[in-house]
């Protein structure tokens, strides 16, 4: 007899055949719950998730890095070394299989700042909030307006965080914080995928964080269908023509196979 969970895993798997023979078929989002299984946590769990033991507003935000930079790049500077202790999961490697299989037809965009997408193969992953190995100057170099040399990062003295020894600029992560845009680029590209994709594919968000939760439903208006991977539900199921109660490592692999 055939269970409930493997019907709803083959009416997922035709939901998703028509897009896997078109260039830009399928556009995948992903968010923190990507990276789960491979050990780093989410954002919105509430035992264990970051904004249920710190306040966002002052680890992930530019008036909490000016407020406490040390505090600040010492929390992101564990947690890029965290990240360089963990492995992609089956379900990063079933994305990355997926786009060596099918060259073309997906377009990767994650919410994550980690490289786990990366590190399993997805090199062009779109990154929408920005990428936690790399740093950026707080502000803009005062000596460019002055035809100067600007801030050099091999120049920049060591500390926490580090500063430019000219002007004393501080390094911040390359992560966008509450209250800032959104890389140019990475947003349209996201959207011109999201546009022009015949199947969405959102795994692991909470839906709660914008631009980027709003692709699905830019999608879904643009024809697409949505389908959805979450063990628990999102703020955006009801933008999913189907939704799969499961993990990302435990039902990506089988979708995908
Ligand atoms: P959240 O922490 O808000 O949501 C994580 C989602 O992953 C939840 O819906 C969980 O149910 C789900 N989840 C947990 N374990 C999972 C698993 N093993 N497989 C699949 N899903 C699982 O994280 P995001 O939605 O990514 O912003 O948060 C969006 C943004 O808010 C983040 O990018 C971050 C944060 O503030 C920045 O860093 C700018």
Redesign the pocket.
Known sequence: MISHASAELAQARALLAPALGQRGGLCVL?????S??SGIP????ALT???AQFD?MEL?SEGGFRANPQRVWTWYAERRQGGQQTQPNA?HHALADLARRRPGVLTLVT???DDLHQRAGNTDAIQ???DILQDRWLDPCPRQARGGNVCSTEGAQAGQPPRCGECGNLLRPG????G?ALPLGAISAAEQAAQHCAVMLV???????WP??GLAGLARRHGAQVLI??????EIDGQAHQVLR??????LPALLA
């Open positions: 992903t968010g923190a719950g990507m789960a299984e989410a954002f919105r769990d998730g970051y904004w966002p992930a379900g919410q994550n700042v929408l909030h920005g992560v966008v914080w509450f800032e795994v692991g968000t909470s839906g709660a964080v980027a939760a991977v979450n063990p628990a539900p999102s499961g993990t990302a490592a435990t039902v």
